[in-house]
C-alpha cells in the first residue's frame, strides 16, 4: 500500500527529524512536539510531496514553519535567554572534554538569531547542500551563505568566550 | 583576487566548491595565513555542530511519537482539525521515582553545574518543613522554624505545571539567619509529600551542604533550564496558583 510505505520513511527519518528540530527548538521538549505536529501534518498534505524529491528536505521545511508558527503564537522565546540543560552521564569518550564542548557549541546555537540558527541547522546539522537549504528557507543561495557564515563565526565567539559571552548575552 | 571572502572559505570548508574554484583557494591559503585563520573557524565550527546533536541522532524515537505518527496514517482524514495532544513522554521517569535520584547528576556544560540532590536521610524535620511549607503556603509567604537549635525560613517563589499535570514549586531556603541559602525545585508526588529535584547551595564557600556544587553561572538560568526540561507547560499565575493550594492541589 503506499500509505503504508509513506508512513515507514517517515519513521525512519524521526532520528534526523528530532536532530534538527532539537538544534531549533533548544530542548527535546520543544522537539518532539514540534516533530510530533510537523509529522501529522506531513501526513495530512502528503500529496504535496513530489516523489522523486527528496522526503527529508520536505519534511524540514513543514518542522521549521511549524516551529516559526510556535514561535509566533507563543511568543515563548525571548532572544538569547534559553539554557539547555542535559544529564551528565559520563562518558567514556569524554577525555578531552569533547560533550562540554558540545554542550557549549548546543548553548551557543540558542543566543543566535532564528534566522541563522535555521540556516545553520539545515547545512551545518544536517549536512544539506547550500541550494537545497536555500530552496527550503526561500532565500538565494547567496544570502543563505552569508548567514551561515555570519552564524559559524558567532558561534565560535560564543563557544571560545564562554562563560563571558554568555553573560554579556543575557543583558 | 584581492581577498578571499567569508563566503568562499565557508564554502571552502564546507566542501561546497567546484574543484576548479577549490584548487584557486588552496593556492591562496598557502601564502596568506589571515585566511586561514578565517577559515579555521568555519571548519572547527563545521565539526562542532556535524556532532554536537549526535546523542538525539542516536537515541531511539519516544514509543509515544511513533504511536501518534502511526495513529493519524491509519485515520488522517477524521482527525482533521483535532487539536494536536499535547506528548506526554516529557516527564522524565526519574522525577517520580523516588530513590532513583540518588546519583543523578545534571549539567549544562561548562559554565553551570548543578548536582542533583538524593532526599536527605538525617534532615527529617527539615523535610517536614519543607513539605508543610509546599503545601500550604502561597509564593512569597515565608514559613519558619527552630530545628536542632537552627532557625529554617522557606519560602517558595513560584508555581509551575509540568507536563502530565504534576505540580512542582521553586523555593528558597534560608537557614541561620542567611548563613546558608539554597534555592530548590520540589514536586508533589502525593498529599503532603513533596520530592526535592533540585537544590543549589547559594551560599558561597559553604562546604556544608552535601551533594550540591554551581561551579559558576547564573543560578536562575540553570531553574529556568530545569523546570523547561520537566517539561513546564504552565506557569501559574498567582490567582492559579490560589485557587489549587485551596483545593488541595486537585
Same mark, same amino acid.
Given at each position: 500500500?503506499?500509505?503504508?510505505?509513506?508512513? +515507514? *520513511? #517517515?519513521?525512519?527519518?524521526?532520528? @534526523?527529524?528530532?536532530?534538527? %528540530?532539537?538544534? $531549533?527548538?533548544?530542548?527535546?521538549? /520543544?522537539?518532539?512536539?514540534?516533530?510530533?505536529?510537523?509529522?501529522?501534518?506531513?501526513?495530512?498534505?502528503?500529496?504535496?510531496?513530489?516523489?522523486?524529491?527528496?522526503?527529508?528536505?520536505?519534511?524540514?521545511?513543514?518542522?521549521?514553519?511549524?516551529?516559526? +508558527? *510556535? #514561535?509566533?503564537?507563543?511568543?515563548? @522565546?525571548?532572544?538569547?535567554? %534559553?539554557?539547555? $540543560?542535559?544529564?551528565?552521564?559520563? /562518558?567514556?569518550?569524554?577525555?578531552?572534554?569533547?560533550?562540554?564542548?558540545?554542550?557549549?557549541?548546543?548553548?551557543?546555537?540558542?543566543?543566535?538569531?532564528?534566522?541563522?540558527?535555521?540556516?545553520?541547522?539545515?547545512?551545518?546539522?544536517?549536512?544539506?547542500?547550500?541550494?537545497?537549504?536555500?530552496?527550503?528557507?526561500?532565500?538565494?543561495?547567496?544570502?543563505?551563505?552569508?548567514?551561515?557564515?555570519?552564524?559559524?563565526?558567532?558561534?565560535?565567539?560564543?563557544?571560545?568566550?564562554?562563560?563571558?559571552?554568555?553573560?554579556?548575552?543575557?543583558? | 583576487?584581492?581577498?578571499?571572502?567569508?563566503?568562499?572559505?565557508?564554502?571552502?570548508?564546507?566542501?561546497?566548491?567546484?574543484?576548479?574554484?577549490?584548487?584557486?583557494?588552496?593556492?591562496?591559503?598557502?601564502?596568506?595565513?589571515?585566511?586561514?585563520?578565517?577559515?579555521?573557524?568555519?571548519?572547527?565550527?563545521?565539526?562542532?555542530?556535524?556532532?554536537?546533536?549526535?546523542?538525539?541522532?542516536?537515541?531511539?524515537?519516544?514509543?509515544?511519537?511513533?504511536?501518534?505518527?502511526?495513529?493519524?496514517?491509519?485515520?488522517?482524514?477524521?482527525?482533521?482539525?483535532?487539536?494536536?495532544?499535547?506528548?506526554?513522554?516529557?516527564?522524565?521517569?526519574?522525577?517520580?521515582?523516588?530513590?532513583?535520584?540518588?546519583?543523578?547528576?545534571?549539567?549544562?556544560?561548562?559554565?553551570?553545574?548543578?548536582?542533583?540532590?538524593?532526599?536527605?536521610?538525617?534532615?527529617?524535620?527539615?523535610?517536614?518543613?519543607?513539605?508543610?511549607?509546599?503545601?500550604?503556603?502561597?509564593?512569597?509567604?515565608?514559613?519558619?522554624?527552630?530545628?536542632?537549635?537552627?532557625?529554617?525560613?522557606?519560602?517558595?517563589?513560584?508555581?509551575?505545571?509540568?507536563?502530565?499535570?504534576?505540580?512542582?514549586?521553586?523555593?528558597?531556603?534560608?537557614?541561620?539567619?542567611?548563613?546558608?541559602?539554597?534555592?530548590?525545585?520540589?514536586?508533589?508526588?502525593?498529599?503532603?509529600?513533596?520530592?526535592?529535584?533540585?537544590?543549589?547551595?547559594?551560599?558561597?564557600?559553604?562546604?556544608?551542604?552535601?551533594?550540591?556544587?554551581?561551579?559558576?553561572?547564573?543560578?536562575?538560568?540553570?531553574?529556568?533550564?530545569?523546570?523547561?526540561?520537566?517539561?513546564?507547560?504552565?506557569?501559574?499565575?498567582?490567582?492559579?496558583?490560589?485557587?489549587?493550594?485551596?483545593?488541595?492541589?486537585?
Amino acid at each position: 500500500m503506499a500509505d503504508l510505505g509513506f508512513e +515507514d *520513511e #517517515l519513521i525512519s527519518l524521526l532520528p @534526523r527529524l528530532r536532530r534538527f %528540530a532539537h538544534s $531549533l527548538t533548544g530542548n527535546l521538549a /520543544d522537539a518532539d512536539d514540534v516533530v510530533q505536529m510537523g509529522c501529522i501534518k506531513a501526513l495530512r498534505g502528503r500529496d504535496g510531496w513530489t516523489p522523486g524529491t527528496r522526503l527529508d528536505s520536505w519534511l524540514f521545511r513543514i518542522l521549521q514553519n511549524t516551529w516559526r +508558527d *510556535e #514561535l509566533r503564537r507563543k511568543k515563548v @522565546r525571548p532572544e538569547g535567554t %534559553a539554557v539547555e $540543560l542535559e544529564l551528565d552521564i559520563p /562518558d567514556e569518550t569524554d577525555r578531552l572534554g569533547d560533550r562540554a564542548t558540545l554542550a557549549s557549541v548546543r548553548r551557543a546555537m540558542q543566543r543566535l538569531p532564528e534566522e541563522q540558527r535555521e540556516a545553520l541547522s539545515l547545512v551545518s546539522v544536517e549536512g544539506l547542500p547550500y541550494a537545497e537549504a536555500a530552496d527550503i528557507l526561500g532565500v538565494p543561495v547567496g544570502t543563505l551563505m552569508s548567514r551561515v557564515a555570519r552564524a559559524r563565526q558567532r558561534l565560535r565567539q560564543l563557544v571560545d568566550g564562554e562563560p563571558v559571552a554568555v553573560k554579556d548575552e543575557r543583558r | 583576487m584581492t581577498t578571499l571572502s567569508d563566503e568562499i572559505l565557508l564554502a571552502y570548508a564546507d566542501d561546497e566548491l567546484p574543484p576548479a574554484e577549490r584548487a584557486a583557494v588552496e593556492r591562496r591559503l598557502a601564502y596568506d595565513a589571515e585566511a586561514r585563520d578565517r577559515l579555521q573557524a568555519f571548519t572547527t565550527t563545521g565539526q562542532w555542530l556535524a556532532r554536537a546533536y549526535d546523542d538525539t541522532l542516536r537515541a531511539p524515537p519516544p514509543p509515544a511519537l511513533v504511536e501518534a505518527i502511526r495513529a493519524h496514517a491509519g485515520g488522517a482524514g477524521q482527525a482533521a482539525g483535532a487539536p494536536v495532544p499535547r506528548p506526554r513522554w516529557r516527564l522524565p521517569g526519574w522525577l517520580l521515582a523516588g530513590p532513583a535520584f540518588g546519583g543523578l547528576g545534571v549539567a549544562a556544560g561548562v559554565a553551570l553545574m548543578v548536582v542533583l540532590q538524593p532526599p536527605s536521610v538525617e534532615g527529617g524535620r527539615e523535610a517536614t518543613l519543607l513539605d508543610a511549607t509546599l503545601e500550604t503556603a502561597a509564593s512569597g509567604e515565608t514559613r519558619a522554624a527552630e530545628i536542632a537549635g537552627e532557625r529554617f525560613e522557606i519560602t517558595p517563589v513560584g508555581t509551575v505545571r509540568v507536563a502530565g499535570g504534576g505540580i512542582c514549586r521553586e523555593f528558597t531556603e534560608i537557614r541561620d539567619a542567611g548563613e546558608a541559602v539554597t534555592h530548590g525545585i520540589a514536586c508533589r508526588a502525593e498529599a503532603g509529600d513533596w520530592r526535592q529535584v533540585a537544590r543549589i547551595d547559594l551560599s558561597a564557600g559553604s562546604g556544608e551542604a552535601p551533594g550540591f556544587a554551581l561551579a559558576s553561572g547564573d543560578p536562575q538560568a540553570v531553574f529556568d533550564a530545569l523546570l523547561d526540561s520537566l517539561g513546564t507547560s504552565e506557569i501559574l499565575t498567582p490567582d492559579a496558583e490560589r485557587a489549587l493550594l485551596e483545593a488541595g492541589w486537585h
